[in-house]
């Protein structure tokens, strides 16, 4: 996102205008090629072609995503017919599991890593922090969908994401679009080799593109003052300086496409040969594994075959951001962290969670708070997985449970009840002693 969020253009002035977006993914806007992955989306008035024969003006591209019904309301006899949208439902969480496994899947075939990533980052990087209200305020919302959202230029090529996924929301039909983008998004991530990222889930979809965000509120890749551009964007979302070099850094991923962009070689020695529709320029030579390169190579620019943008080389300009570039250039530990904490923080921007606290899913099991027994060891070795799912099977056969500890100290309460049991049973034995012994 930080450039990756898409170097977006905030407005399309003209036919002639070519506008940068700026993910850490973007894809060929040629519909021909769904799984090319490639980091930046450029576009154009051109690009937006193979949307128009996809679908009408104002409509969503999916024919299961929410549109407007009619309800009928009476009152005091009249009849009065009223326009509401329908209320997404609450994603399911078995159904979250089982979709995250057919992303996996998906990635291992089509290697639409970064395309899948950029789709995440744009639906919830049009968040406005200054506006309070949803879903004006933009984000996590699933509205990307919608035409008129992916006809902004920042979004050129989306459409093919769009298209890769949908065979998915078909199958998985109680999961949000806004879950969906958000679940791929940081599978694509963990799946090239990236960090967990902790992410949440149950995000409440917009159900009409009259609901979408005006465009301009994603970046752009070669503005005048590239470091002030990328603030203005990105305090816009309530994100740091810390952030906005974390989130650059998912550029390990991806490449641009001149053809499409005007930013870039048409091929290089990295990307001649593909995975997917070969060509264009990578910011890393292994452009589908996620790692900390992205800075150690803008550090060395030792390779004309590798990209650098503007906002790119502003990370190692400016002085704040290069302290934090500097630091993941050398330490790849803390660039994981402080990516999956900044790209967790992207994907909840401006959603409306039902239920509010969201779903938890993580390692296939859904959670509410995760099952604290696991967490103990012995003689510093961790528990097996068949003595987790005993204890586990134990705690949960006395009443407790993952999310709810037991109402009253089971064990305490035993060893209680056993020492009045005792004492009752030395009680009677000595008042029978005495019967006995009497003459």
Same mark, same amino acid.
């Given at each position: 996102m930080a450039l990756s969020l898409s170097a977006a253009s905030h407005s399309l002035c003209s036919s002639s205008t070519t506008r940068v977006s700026l993910p850490p993914a973007a894809v060929?806007?040629?519909s021909s090629s769904p799984s090319s992955p490639s980091l930046v989306s450029f576009s154009s008035s051109h690009s937006l072609s193979p949307l128009r024969s996809l679908a009408s003006s104002s409509s969503s591209l999916f024919p299961h995503s929410p549109s407007l019904v009619q309800r009928k309301h009476t009152n005091r006899g009249s009849s009065n017919t009223v326009v509401s949208p329908t209320r997404a439902a609450a994603s399911d969480a078995a159904q979250l599991k089982s979709a995250k496994e057919d992303i996996k899947v998906l990635l291992r075939t089509k290697?639409?890593?970064?395309?899948?990533? *950029?789709?995440?980052?744009?639906?919830? #990087?049009?968040?406005? %922090?200054? +506006?309070?209200?949803w879903p004006q305020r933009g984000g996590a919302n699933g509205s990307l969908r919608f035409e008129p959202e992916l006809k902004h230029a920042a979004n050129a090529g989306l459409v093919n994401a769009l298209k890769l996924i949908e065979p998915i929301k078909e199958k998985y039909s109680n999961i949000s679009y806004a879950d969906l983008f958000q679940l791929a998004s940081a599978t694509a991530v963990e799946e090239a080799g990236g960090p967990e990222i902790p992410m949440k889930y149950g995000r409440v979809d917009v159900s009409a593109p009259e609901q979408c965000p005006e465009e301009g509120r994603l970046p752009d890749a070669g503005p005048p003052s590239p470091a002030d551009h990328? *603030?203005?964007?990105?305090?816009?979302? #309530?994100?740091?300086? %810390?952030? +906005?070099?974390?989130?650059?850094?998912?550029?390990?991923?991806?490449?641009?496409?001149?053809?499409?962009?005007?930013w870039g070689k048409p091929e290089t020695k990295y990307t001649k040969a593909g995975p997917g529709e070969p060509g264009g320029q990578s910011w890393t030579v292994k452009w589908l594994k996620f790692d900390n390169s992205y800075f150690k190579d803008i550090k060395e620019k030792r390779d004309e075959d590798l990209l650098v943008l503007p906002t790119d080389a502003a990370l190692f300009e400016d002085p704040s951001f290069k302290n934090y570039?500097?630091?993941?250039?050398?330490?790849?530990?803390?660039?994981?962290?402080?990516?999956?904490?900044?790209?967790?923080?992207?994907?909840?921007?401006?959603?409306?969670?039902?239920?509010?606290?969201?779903?938890?899913?993580?390692?296939?099991?859904?959670?509410?708070?995760?099952?604290?027994?696991?967490?103990?060891s012995t003689q510093k070795k961790e528990l097996s997985d068949s003595m987790k799912k005993k204890i586990r099977a134990e705690y949960e056969a006395i009443g407790g449970s993952p999310d709810k500890p037991l109402p009253t100290n089971y064990f305490l309460n035993i060893i209680i009840a056993i020492s009045v049991l005792v004492l009752l049973f030395t009680f009677l034995g000595n008042n029978n002693s005495s019967d006995?012994?009497?003459?």
């Open positions: 060929s806007s040629s290697f639409c890593h970064p395309i899948l990533v *950029r789709l995440g980052w744009h639906d919830a #990087g049009t968040y406005n %922090k200054n +506006i309070e209200e990328l *603030r203005e964007v990105f305090y816009r979302m #309530g994100l740091n300086d %810390k952030e +906005i070099v974390a989130l650059s850094g998912a550029h390990t991923l991806g490449r641009s496409r001149s053809e499409r962009s005007g570039a500097e630091k993941y250039a050398e330490d790849p530990a803390a660039f994981f962290k402080d990516y999956a904490e900044a790209h967790a923080k992207l994907s909840n921007l401006g959603a409306k969670f039902d239920p509010p606290e969201g779903i938890i899913i993580d390692n296939g099991s859904v959670q509410g708070e995760k099952f604290v027994a696991a967490k103990y006995y012994s009497g003459f």
